[in-house]
């Protein structure tokens, strides 16, 4: 994982999850786990059982710097091997292609001239 951003406020848009979790790291496995993250925000000093982990599947956001309650959420950018499992809820529709970049929101290829949408899931 790569520091992209420190101090900044929670996201607010292209978020897969929200969770709390122990520390970054677990929020990052999440991440890792997750076909469409390719980045999540962490926010170290959060009260019990408050959202202090972000998934998102676009890691070219624009950030504020926050203030008060809104601040100390820490970004990062996914890297390394990913991890797939068998029950993903960003799949592509009709076996259409998914295509992944770290630096775009997740799309499918659609193939088939009968399909259109972000995941394939509408016909045209």
Same mark, same amino acid.
């Given at each position: 994982?790569?520091? !992209?951003?420190? $101090?900044?406020?929670?996201?607010?848009?292209?978020?897969?999850? /929200?969770?709390?979790?122990?520390?970054?790291?677990? %929020?990052?496995?999440?991440?890792?786990? @997750?076909?469409? %993250?390719?980045?999540?925000?962490?926010? #170290?000093?959060?009260? /019990?059982?408050?959202?202090?982990?972000?998934?998102?599947?676009?890691? $070219?956001?624009?950030? =504020?710097?926050?203030?008060? =309650?809104?601040?100390?959420?820490? !970004?990062? =950018?996914?890297?390394? #091997?990913?991890?797939?499992? %068998? $029950?993903?809820?960003? #799949?592509?529709?009709d076996g259409e292609k998914?295509?992944?970049?770290? @630096?775009?929101?997740?799309?499918?290829? %659609?193939? @088939?001239?009968?399909y259109m949408g972000h995941?394939? #899931?509408?016909?045209?």
């Amino acid at each position: 994982m790569t520091i !992209f951003l420190s $101090d900044i406020s929670r996201l607010k848009k292209d978020i897969i999850s /929200e969770s709390n979790v122990l520390g970054w790291l677990d %929020c990052g496995t999440s991440c890792l786990e @997750k076909r469409a %993250c390719v980045a999540f925000n962490f926010k #170290e000093k959060a009260k /019990e059982n408050e959202i202090n982990c972000q998934l998102t599947h676009n890691a $070219d956001l624009k950030f =504020e710097r926050a203030s008060g =309650e809104d601040s100390g959420w820490t !970004f990062y =950018e996914t890297a390394g #091997e990913r991890m797939f499992g %068998c $029950d993903e809820e960003y #799949e592509c529709l009709d076996g259409e292609k998914m295509i992944w970049d770290s @630096k775009k929101p997740l799309e499918c290829k %659609c193939r @088939k001239s009968s399909y259109m949408g972000h995941l394939c #899931e509408k016909c045209k």
